[in-house]
């Protein structure tokens, strides 16, 4: 996961809020842990269950998920909609005891909003595949407690206000994202290009940008999905041109 300018050092809430949020928002899967519903069998009624789901983001960074009511996790889910997700961001470390990881306890509820579960599958494109199927239903998960170890002896606990936006941040960005999804694409290939290999160090490749919010965007090529994190939050649709011109001309820059 790549760390914008200005994101290493965690000082104020919002630091510490916005290094959570890039953390959970770089991942594409995390382990789910459900509470084990009544009448589960050998006495294991309200025991933690783990496993190991795909997520996406709506826009206040709230988590997502498309899971099938066959699985254990999502019946669990239905008795009783308490959880928690871990995000492991550890990777790449020699000790991955010393790399950042954040827990999130929420409570995960149906819904069928059909803006969101584009962006599930925007992220994850083998989705469609299933996403229709009756038993699959997509999941949105309301945090509300974090708990961040950010590296060695750095450990925060976060309140939901710092795990997802207030709407004020992203309502007036909503009604735009799928146009500058498109614009981008179509007319700024380039730029993606740029923004993955010289922002992000990443491999050259047919570089999509594939999801916009407040914090940042998402960018994938074939199976890989890297994310480059905004230095200035954006509000809306100008702002975000703003910043992705700038991001590009930082690009060029470094080039």
Known sequence: MAVGEGQEAMGRPDDIGLAARTLMRGAVQATLATLSRPGMEGGMEGWPSPSLVLVAFDLDASPLLLISRLAEHTRNLEADGRCGLLFDATAGHADRLTGPRLSVQGVAERTGDAMLLERFIARHPSSRAYAGFRDFALWRVAAKRGHMVAGFGRIHSLEPDLLRLPPADWQDLAPRHDDIVAHMNQDHADALALYATRLLDQPAGDWRLIGIDPDGCDL????????????????????????????????????
């Open 220 to 255: 994938s090529t074939g199976s890989l999905t890297t994310r480059l994190p905004f230095i200035t939050r954006i509000r809306d649709a100008d702002m975000a041109r703003a910043e992705l011109m700038r991001l590009v001309a930082r690009a060029r820059n470094k080039g």
